[in-house]
């Protein structure tokens, strides 16, 4: 899609996204391993119309969720990127960094890189005061990923997701780091 920036990593490509993307998303997004941290996998519907938000999203506010491929073979693994969290809870509205790959990308530092740069750009680029990631207490995996990002755990601002009511995963770890930029 048009106006999407596309940002190079070492080994990544983060662009917009693609009509031929849709269908890997789907894909990943049914995989229960990789929804194992919430609520239900999507269907495909749910999965298209996910997209049409990250697209939405981004032409609000300039910035959104990466597509994410793989720089030697051009395959699609997912996305990573910054997002608006507007549900209610004490730090919202805010922007949150997040990702969701594939399985077969997992384990090879991915996230970490794509989110790195992405980090980078919401402080340079953007001029983002503060940007929070957060997932289910047991979601150790993302909670390494926001460490290596330099973000640290704010214990007083764990919450129960509002839209996830008597889930197993409702209790939330909210982390956060602010512009290292700022006056």
Not at 30 to 57: C, H, T
Not at 153 to 167: I, N, S
Request: glycine residues 8%; contains cysteine.
């Amino acid at each position: 899609m048009g106006g999407w920036p596309i940002i190079d990593t070492p080994r990544l490509i983060l662009r917009g996204w693609r009509p031929e993307d849709r269908a890997p998303f789907a894909a990943l997004n049914a995989d229960p391993e990789v929804m194992r941290f919430f609520p239900a996998p999507l269907d495909r519907a749910a999965s298209d119309a996910m997209v049409d938000r990250i697209e939405l999203g981004f032409a609000a506010h300039g910035w959104g969720l990466h597509a994410v491929e793989v720089r030697e073979t051009g395959v699609f693994i997912g996305f990573v990127g910054l997002s608006q969290a507007t549900f209610e809870a004490p730090f919202t509205p805010c922007t949150e960094i997040g990702w969701r790959l594939a399985r077969a990308a997992w384990g090879w530092g991915y996230a970490t890189e794509a989110a790195q740069v992405v980090l980078r750009r919401a402080f340079s680029v953007h001029g983002l005061d503060a940007v929070y990631s957060f997932t289910t207490e047991t979601n150790t995996p993302s909670r390494r990923v926001m460490e290596k990002l330099g973000l640290s755990h704010v214990p007083e601002l764990d919450f129960d997701h509002p839209r996830t009511p008597g889930w197993w995963g409702e209790r939330h770890v909210v982390y956060r780091t602010s512009n290292p930029n700022a006056v």
